[in-house]
């Protein structure tokens, strides 16, 4: 896989967003494995810019991991500081799946109670009203309830 290629306004922008992330996953004594790659490839998918941090003592080997990952996850190398690599992948876009048998949601909802003389302060309640609820103009909670039909109407539809 070809790795992605960042410009330098690009990468300084990722590396300032880096700069409060905590490492996403760490790489131990066994190296770069299968398993590891699959956790940062996760990340990748979720975050889109991640942190990870490898505890090995020799800095070539971490290049050797940075660069493998970068290859293998087609990311973009972002910075290599210590031990600490930052990756960076645009977040695949994902569909939102429609359901039907989804219904509104409750809400809050302000109710505003005028005084009948004009000489106090409206009074403010909220209100949460559920999807199968409406509020009167009397300001009170009413379920939803369907329109009465005539016998006629119902025999003929």
């Known amino acids: 896989m070809t790795s992605l290629t ?20 760490l ?3 066994d190296g770069l494995t299968d398993a590891v790659v ?3 490839d996760a990340a990748l998918n979720a975050h889109g810019l991640i942190k990870v941090r490898v505890f090995a003592d020799e800095r070539p080997a971490r290049e050797a991991i ?5 290859d293998r996850l087609s990311a973009a190398a972002v910075q290599h500081i210590g ?11 994902r569909e939102k799946a429609e359901r039907e048998d989804r219904h509104p949601g409750p809400r809050v909802v302000k109710v505003l109670s005028f005084s009948k003389s004009g000489n106090h302060r409206a009074t403010v309640r909220k209100v949460r009203v559920l999807g199968n609820e409406r509020i009167t103009p009397a300001g009170t909670v009413k379920r939803k309830q369907q ?8 025999a003929a539809g």
Do not use: M
């Open 27 to 29: 790489v131990g004594g």
């Open 38 to 40: 699959k956790e940062v």
């Open 66 to 70: 940075f660069e493998a990952l970068v």
């Open 83 to 93: 031990k600490l690599l930052v990756l960076w992948r645009p977040v695949p876009e």
């Open 6 to 25: 960042l410009t330098a306004t690009d990468r300084r922008a990722l590396r300032a967003d880096a700069h409060h992330l905590d490492p996403v996953v």
């Open 147 to 154: 329109r009465q039909v005539s016998q006629k109407k119902r």
